[in-house]
C-alpha cells in the first residue's frame, strides 16, 4: 500500500516539474521575443532621428546658404547704391577725382580713376612714416637718434619748425618727434630732415613701391595713385597691433587739420593726413567706425575741393553706419 502511494506521489511530483519546465521555457521565449522587439524598436528610432537630424542639417545648410547669398546681394546692392551717389554728387567733375572706398570687414571696394597719376603733396608723409618704422623694426634707424636742423632743410608752409629757427631748433630734434611733427603739424621742415635720414625722396618712394607692389610710372616729383596710397593704409590698419604702427594711427587721428574727412565725423575715429599743393587737394585716411573703413580722395581743380571731400566723407560714412 505504501509503495503505490509512493509511486504516486512520484508520478504526480514528476508531471507537476514538467508543467514548470514547460511554463518556464514558454515565460523564458515571450521574454525573449519581447526584448527582441524593444531592441527593433530601438533601431527605428535611431534611424528615424538620424535621419531627422541629416534633414535637419541639410535644412540648416540650406537656410544658411540662401542666407549667405541674399547679404552678398545686399552688400553687393549697397555698394552699387554708394558708388552711383558717388559718381551723381561728383557730375561732370568726376574725372578731376581719385577716389578709394575699401570696406575692411567685407574686402568690398569702389575705385574712381584708382590708377590715375596725382600730386600726393603732404600725403607723402604717411609713406614716410611707414617706411622709418619699418626701418626701426630692422634696427637701422633709432627713434632716440636725433637730428640737427640747417638752412638745407628749411621750406616754407605748413608746420610749426619755421617759427623756431632762432630758438629750439637750434638743438637737434629726435626722429620720434620729427615723425609726430610731420603727421599733427604736417611739418615741412621736419619731413624734410627725416626724409634725408632715410636715405632721400627716392629712397623712400623705392621703400614705398616695395610695401604695396606698385611701381610708380617713372616720373619726376611727388606723385601717387590712389591705389598706391590705399595700399599703405590697408598695410597699415592690418598691422594696427604693432607698437609702431599703433603709434602712427594715433598721431593720424589727433593732426591738427579738421576741414576733410572728418569735418562732418567724430574726429577720434578718423585716422588720416590731408595734402594740399596749388590745385591738389587731397586727404587719406583710416575712419574707425564699428565697421572700419578705408578712404583715399585725391584731387585736381576740383572746385571748393575740400567742401567736396567733406561731404563726399560724410556721404560715404552715413552709408557704412546703416549696414
Known amino acids: 500500500m505504501e509503495r503505490k502511494a509512493f509511486i504516486g506521489f512520484s508520478l504526480t511530483s ?7 519546465i514547460f511554463n518556464s521555457s514558454s515565460y523564458f521565449d515571450e521574454n525573449v521575443q519581447a526584448i527582441e522587439s524593444l531592441q ?14 541629416n534633414e535637419n542639417s541639410i535644412n540648416i545648410q540650406e537656410e544658411m546658404s540662401y ?16 558708388e ?3 559718381k551723381e554728387y561728383l557730375g561732370n567733375e568726376i574725372n578731376n577725382v581719385g577716389l578709394i572706398y575699401y570696406d575692411l570687414t567685407t574686402n568690398k571696394k569702389i575705385s574712381i580713376n584708382g590708377d590715375e597719376l596725382f600730386t600726393a603733396a603732404s600725403t607723402y608723409k604717411v609713406g614716410m612714416n611707414i617706411v622709418a618704422y619699418n626701418m626701426i623694426k630692422e634696427g637701422t634707424l633709432s627713434l632716440s637718434e636725433s637730428i640737427k636742423y640747417s638752412s ?10 619755421q617759427s623756431q629757427i632762432d630758438t629750439t631748433i637750434n638743438s637737434p ?5 620729427l615723425l609726430d611733427y610731420s603727421i599733427i603739424y604736417s611739418d615741412n621742415i621736419a619731413t624734410n630732415m627725416v626724409t634725408e635720414k632715410l636715405g632721400g625722396f627716392n629712397s623712400v618712394r623705392q621703400a614705398v613701391s616695395y610695401f604695396t607692389g606698385i611701381t610708380e610710372p617713372t616720373v619726376s616729383g611727388n606723385v601717387i595713385t590712389p591705389e598706391t596710397e590705399f595700399r599703405l593704409l590697408k598695410n597699415l590698419y592690418s598691422n594696427r597691433f604693432d607698437e609702431y604702427y599703433s603709434h602712427l594711427i594715433e598721431v593720424m587721428k589727433n593732426t591738427e587739420f579738421h576741414d576733410r574727412i572728418d569735418k562732418y565725423l567724430p574726429y577720434d575715429i578718423v585716422a588720416h593726413k ?19 573703413y578705408i578712404l ?13 571731400i567733406a561731404t563726399l566723407s560724410n556721404i560715404i560714412y552715413n552709408a557704412q553706419l546703416q549696414k
Not at 274 to 292: A, L, Q
Open 173 to 177: 630734434i629726435s626722429i620720434q618727434k
Open 40 to 53: 527593433i524598436y530601438e533601431e527605428n528610432e535611431e534611424k528615424l532621428l538620424s535621419s531627422a537630424k
Open 14 to 20: 514528476i508531471i507537476f516539474i514538467s508543467l514548470g
Open 274 to 292: 590731408i595734402g594740399s599743393y596749388d590745385s591738389y587737394i587731397n586727404d587719406v585716411g583710416i575712419i574707425f567706425t564699428d565697421k572700419p
Open 67 to 82: 542666407i549667405r547669398k541674399v547679404s552678398v546681394q545686399e552688400e553687393t546692392s549697397s555698394l552699387e547704391n554708394l
Open 296 to 308: 583715399v580722395i585725391y584731387t585736381n581743380e576740383l572746385t571748393d575741393a575740400s567742401e567736396k
Open 152 to 161: 638745407g632743410y628749411y621750406e616754407e608752409g605748413t608746420g610749426i619748425l
Open 84 to 86: 552711383n551717389k558717388i
